[in-house]
């Protein structure tokens, strides 16, 4: 529907419902706004927009009025351009000295030279508001504030927090935080929504008061999580001095969370290695190196190795940090130059589940849909994943989507954030995933709310499930999950209730003994709802690394080749032997979770480390350390000295994120395209170089000179990457794939028509209880995850000053009642113990942590959380099950000296 | 004082059954032929008022009264609250019918004691049995935590809801989107006392007999209420009504309407007050003894206190006005600041967001141009 107006004197036809606002912008009227945010609801506080419209009396507010058929508008006249001055006068008069060099560096500079304003007419009376520099990480200065309300209402409507609001009245009003109290004293997540939305400079970040200015901006893309967030780097004197969204990024327009944000100041720290070191003896020191000293080093004692043990006593760790380009190669030197398919990464302890889960039902193991469909869909299941802290940028798409009318179910045993938003929230008791998931298709089924139509065109083995989803009633189920039936059915009946079904899961669902029969259970819901193969649907597994799913792509796994070509495919592995020149192994190769017990059987001596901290991020640390201490060699490429580091036996040092190029493929298998945005520290080498340098000094030179060459051999060799190359992403800011052909536009949305095999397959999945179970010894379990301020082992994020401000510690959080009954006040000092290890750590009491159940991350230093975790893991994937922990709590009576593990 | 909101006991029950014996698009249609219109200073036809949020979405639907009375210079509300609050409680019960809404607010003034007393007791003490026939509503007693801009209806229903008390962007409309999002009718107690003397006497009659309220008070003999016909002259409300003037010093102003009214000078005296003109009937007098340099100070100080701070042009501009009013005063800043108040003057009406910053100036502007001189 539209209607016809007159603007300017100029006919328009706009979309019925549209403002007047909208209808100038289509006829390219430039109408000038202040307090305007198109993502959030129209206020009309700062009545620049205004404009004569016919028959009324005074201007009308062009944002929020609406246009109807017949107007007849003037943007720009004498009488609109006279309130228009004098609006941002009187706004000017109570900033600084009124001049309009107060306001020097703001987007509201542009419309006061656009006005001529240089200097108010009007007298100051509003008191001089002093600058807040308490922070941490962005500053308040009022002074300057106009009062828009863009900051407050981007914070409450898009990011769903109360920070900061208004106090006093009229010309009085001021912004304050509640009882004036600094940042680290309110709900802020320090996302910088609000300093992006301020026009004038009255909140701006404490970096950018120091470095207004900058020789360079360069883009590229977060190192974080895998969101895959564009940034703009401010780049002075060759140092990153600052750092901000890129609005113009396909996936998170401009927001970013406070590590994408703040946490960049870890490439320059003292702390980033510089040089190689040796340990030249096996008890001796770590010293520095030349790299051709610690290439011929390695050489020697890999060619020893490979002699008397064989290359399969030889393993590769690659990186689900570090780019597609670093993963292939080291992939490539594992199979071509070692010998063997002992390559892995990271995501073996997290979402290895995903990639066998997913292709059992599917027959391929990634994302089905985009993460911007997030936004458009009616309801989202979110199960076994915390966005709000894990991916901000993804929470931020769900609470959109939540506003906007649609229905959050949330399946997880902590009460996390976004329950606000949630229509339902399911308790579930830690490990009874596939429980919980089989009695919702039992409801399902019974309710007739099952998709006939797709099941019988488009899947096959639904009997088998149907009758299996039999033995899961809910009121059977709701005694082993812990949630009440009537919930269950709910939840199940809104999950069927639309085609516009999303579910989105995190290790919630992978990490556990059962991870892989999780998986194939979620997608059994999905296919039997024909929730797959259209927008705003399918299933999502967040991957939670930068590039773990790029890792998986470039075949950095004991399996399978980039593209996830089977190892033990006699075409593909002759394939890739023809390309590599050298004869491939065709056995499968260990998964890291298995190199402990080849360690101590001692079946494998040695192990390549490409930026992985398994000494800190395994689980069952203590066994983790005495088996890596018994390996003959361990080389580990890092750009800190972390724990695996300091225990290896070669280091080299590594350039980060920032100092190379390359791609990294996100979470929805868009591969993008990063490139460098300072130079390398002295010293160091991206990790691909370092890896060919090493092939070099092993007599096997790979034929690449850089990045985008191995690039091109990837999607040369990989049939849904081939029609991607660095010209394209450049262009088309990052593609999905599959992408076969050049002139493919890439796959946001999969199996729209056909499933990789043909037809999708129902899996039969049974209940696998946890191999950790709570006793009377053992009485609480521990879930373990991720906090929003910090990353992984935190070797980054810890080594950045203003998230140490917000989150220096670790603490255990704990229920309310359980802590009354324990006794445990606020800020104890607590033992936490496991059967297989102890960890010191301050207690935090918090409604977020259910009766009976516990929650540490695994950031800090100082509490090592994986001393505690389980040794149970999932069979088919090999996935530790670090979401149960059996543990119990002891209060430290007295002040003692840090334990870090008891052995 | 007057008698124009007395009923007798068996003139009411036969209003309040003629209302019952109709449904709801029968009673509105009564009230529009009464020509009824908002009586707390809008003037909008009650009757199209009560049909948007009749014919609004279904659902629940609430009727607010405003007792709020914040203009300066206005108490009538306070008198027939005081003196007849069982009118309001009809007048409330007639609209929750029509419009189809279950709950009210009496939004009162805090400082309005007695007629919060007042209002209580005659809620408590009315006839039971007619509640229920009137579907037994919730009727809420509210006191408003203070503020002139707390009168603005769409700042009022934000207060009710315990935010800050500021006047939202229209559309959409209260009657459309008003308290918790509903649809939702606001008049004004006088509007509201109103409504059952139309079922006493029918529309015509009471078309025919409607008399406003008119609150005189300043350099009066008699201040106080006044009823009268729409149309009455200046001159006889002032000089007849109420007594002329209190002293041997000579009429110099009035103000009509509040202190966001109009001015009006010795010239202006047959002016007819009628619809369009008494707003919500104050008149204010000044004798010739008052400097108008305080008064208009006085208007500016009190608009620059009471702007509730949203929109720029209101929040700036009445405490920049204030300002440079002061120093015009103490040093005589001559004609260039007479310019851009009056430049000011025009920016607030045209692009303040409520009727406070667009009608903050009038009373200067009528001022300056009557007065020039002396101001």
Not at chain 1, 462 to 488: C, E, H, L, W
Request: glycine residues 8%; positive net charge.
């Amino acid at each position: 529907m539209t209607i016809n107006i007159t603007i300017d004197n100029k006919k328009v036809t706009a979309p019925e419902g549209c403002t007047i606002l909208q209808a100038a912008n289509i006829a390219g009227a430039d109408i000038p706004t202040l307090c305007h945010d198109q993502r959030v609801k129209e206020l009309g506080v700062c009545r620049l927009c205004v404009v004569e419209v016919e028959g009324a009396r005074n201007l009308v507010a062009s944002c929020g009025a609406p246009a109807t058929g017949g107007m007849k508008i003037v943007t720009d006249n004498e009488r609109v351009r006279a309130s228009r001055r004098v609006i941002l006068e009187l706004l000017l008069s109570d900033i600084g000295d009124g001049s309009a060099k107060s306001l020097s560096g703001s987007a509201m500079e542009k419309l006061l030279k656009e006005y001529g304003v240089t200097k108010s007419s009007f007298p100051r009376t509003r008191a001089k508001i002093k600058i807040d520099k308490r922070g941490p990480l962005y500053v308040h200065d009022y002074d300057k504030c106009i009062l828009c309300r863009r900051c407050i209402t981007t914070c409450e409507t898009r990011i769903g927090r109360y920070v900061t609001g208004l106090t006093g009245k009229g010309n009085a009003t001021g912004l304050a935080t509640f009882g004036q109290a600094p940042l680290t004293g309110t709900e802020c997540e320090f996302c910088g929504a609000c300093i992006d939305a301020c026009p004038t400079g009255a909140l701006i970040e404490n970096w950018r008061l120091k470095n207004l200015d900058c020789d360079r901006r360069a883009k590229s893309i977060c190192t974080y999580c895998g969101t895959g967030c564009g940034i703009i780097a401010n780049v002075k004197n060759g140092k990153i001095t600052g750092v901000e969204g890129d609005p113009d990024h396909p996936v998170s327009h401009g927001d970013l969370c406070v590590k994408g944000r703040f946490a960049f100041d870890f490439a320059h720290h003292p702390d980033r290695l510089k040089t190689p070191m040796i340990r030249k003896r096996k008890r001796g020191k770590l010293e520095k190196a030349t790299w051709d000293e610690a290439f011929d080093f390695i050489a020697k004692r890999l060619g020893e190795i490979k002699k008397k043990s064989g290359p399969d006593s030889i393993a590769g760790v690659s990186s689900s940090r570090c780019s597609n380009e670093d993963n292939y190669v080291m992939s490539r030197f594992m199979r071509s130059v070692v010998g063997t398919n002992n390559i892995d990464n990271c995501a073996r302890v997290c979402h290895a589940p995903s990639v066998t889960g997913l292709a059992a039902a599917f027959g391929s193991g990634a994302a089905t849909n985009s993460l911007e469909e997030i936004e458009g869909a009616e309801v989202i299941f979110l199960i076994g994943s915390n966005p709000q802290d894990a991916h901000p940028v993804i929470s931020l798409k769900i609470k959109k989507a939540v506003n906007n009318g649609a229905s959050l179910i949330i399946a997880d045993p902590r009460k996390i954030w976004l329950t606000k938003y949630s229509t339902i929230h399911l308790p579930l008791k830690p490990g009874s995933n596939v429980a919980l998931i089989n009695s919702m298709l039992n409801v399902i089924i019974e309710e007739g709310l099952i998709d006939e139509q797709f099941i019988s065109a488009r899947t096959m083995n639904f009997d088998a499930v149907k009758q299996m989803a039999a033995g899961y009633p809910p009121a059977k189920v709701s005694r082993m999950t812990g949630v009440s039936a009537k919930d269950i059915r709910m939840a199940a009946r809104l999950y069927a209730s639309s085609k516009k079904s999303m579910i989105l899961y995190g290790l919630g669902i992978t990490e556990h003994t059962s991870g892989t029969n999780n998986v194939k259970a979620l997608a059994n819901l999905v296919m039997a709802t024909g929730n797959v193969g259209r927008p705003n649907s399918g299933i999502n597994p967040l991957r939670g690394q930068n590039n773990v799913q790029g890792a998986c792509d470039m075949g950095a796994l004991p399996n399978v080749f980039p593209g996830y070509q089977s190892v033990t495919d006699e075409s593909v592995v002759s394939k890739f032997e023809e390309r590599y020149g050298a004869k491939l192994s065709r056995s499968v190769g260990l998964k890291t979770t298995e190199y402990y017990d080849a360690i101590e059987n001692g079946d494998l001596k040695a192990l390549v480390i490409m930026a992985m901290d398994p000494a800190s991020t395994d689980p069952n640390l203590n066994r983790v350390h005495a088996a890596l201490k018994k390996l003959d060699l361990l080389v580990v490429m890092e750009i800190f000295n972390t724990r695996t580091a300091k225990m290896a036996d070669v280091v080299f040092p590594a350039a980060s994120f920032a100092e190379k190029e390359g791609t990294f493929t996100n979470a929805e298998r868009r591969v993008q395209l990063f490139r460098k945005i300072i130079d390398p520290l002295q010293g160091v080498r991206p990790d691909w170089r370092i890896v060919l340098d090493l092939a070099s000094a092993m007599g096997a030179p790979m034929p690449f000179s850089s990045p985008e060459e191995i690039w091109d051999e990837v999607a040369r060799m990989t049939p849904q990457f081939k029609g991607i190359n660095y010209a394209r992403l450049e262009r088309e800011k990052g593609l999905c794939w599959p992408c076969p052909d050049k002139s493919h536009p890439g796959s946001p949305v999969m199996y729209e028509v056909n499933f990789p095999h043909g037809l999708g397959k129902f899996n039969v999945v049974g209940n696998i209880p946890p191999k950790e179970k709570p006793d009377s010894k053992y009485p609480f379990t521990l879930v373990t995850g991720r906090r929003l301020e910090h990353y992984n082992d935190g070797s980054m994020t810890r080594r950045s000053r203003g998230l140490m401000k917000i989150r220096s510690h670790e603490t255990v959080d704990i229920n309310r009642d359980d802590a009354k009954m324990k006794r445990i006040k606020q800020g104890d000092r607590v033992k936490v113990i496991s059967r297989r290890g102890e960890v010191l750590v301050r207690a935090k009491i918090t409604d977020s942590s259910l009766p009976g159940r516990l929650f540490m991350s695994f950031h800090f230093d100082d509490a090592l959380t994986n001393v505690l975790t389980s040794e149970g893991y999932d069979e088919l994937s090999g996935t530790p099950e670090y979401k149960v922990t059996a543990v119990r709590l002891e209060k430290i009576k007295k002040k003692t000296s840090v334990l870090r593990s008891k052995k | 004082m007057t008698s124009l909101f007395a009923l007798k006991e068996s003139q009411r029950r036969s209003s309040l059954k003629k209302v019952l014996a109709s449904n709801p698009e029968e009673i509105i249609k009564e009230i529009s032929a009464s020509g009824l219109v908002g009586l707390g200073g809008a003037g909008f036809p009650a009757g199209r008022k009560w049909e948007a949020v009749r014919s609004a979405r279904p659902g629940e639907k609430f009727v607010i009264c405003n007792a709020e009375e914040g203009e300066p210079g206005t108490f009538k509300d306070r008198y027939i609250i005081e003196n007849f609050p069982s009118r309001v409680i009809e007048g409330i019960l007639i609209a929750l019918r029509a419009v189809g809404a279950g709950k009210a607010y009496i939004y009162i003034r805090h400082e309005y004691g007695k007629g919060y007393r007042s209002l209580l007791r005659a809620l408590r003490e009315f006839p039971p049995g007619l509640m229920k026939k009137f579907g037994s509503p919730e009727i809420v007693l509210f006191k408003g935590p203070g503020g002139y801009i707390c009168g603005e209806e769409s700042a009022l229903i934000e207060s009710i809801c315990g935010r800050r008390a500021e006047p939202q962007s229209r559309p959409p409309y209260p009657t459309q989107s008003g308290l918790f999002g509903r649809p939702t009718l606001v008049n004004n107690v006088e509007t509201l006392a109103n409504v059952p003397l139309i079922f006493n006497t029918g529309a015509a009659k009471f078309q025919e007999n409607f008399r406003k309220l008119f609150s005189v008070s300043g350099d009066v003999k008699k201040r106080g209420v006044y009823s009268a016909s729409p149309g009455i002259t200046l001159r006889e409300l002032v000089f007849t009504q109420a007594g002329a003037m209190r002293s041997a010093r000579r009429f110099k102003l009035a103000i009509v309407g509040g202190l966001s009214g109009r001015a009006y000078s010795a010239d202006d005296l047959d002016l007819k007050l009628d619809y369009g003109i008494f707003g919500n009937g104050t008149v204010i007098v000044l004798d010739e003894s008052r400097s108008l340099k305080d008064t208009v100070l006085n208007i500016a100080e009190f608009f620059a206190d009471e702007s509730c701070g949203k929109c720029a042009p209101c929040r700036q501009g009445t405490a920049k006005f204030t300002a440079m009013l002061k120093k015009q005063f103490k040093n005589k800043s001559g004609s260039n600041n007479m310019k851009r108040l009056k430049l000011l003057s025009t920016v607030m009406k045209d692009t303040s967001l409520c009727g406070l910053g667009q009608t903050a100036t009038r009373v200067f502007d009528d001022i300056t141009e009557k007065f020039g001189a002396e101001v």
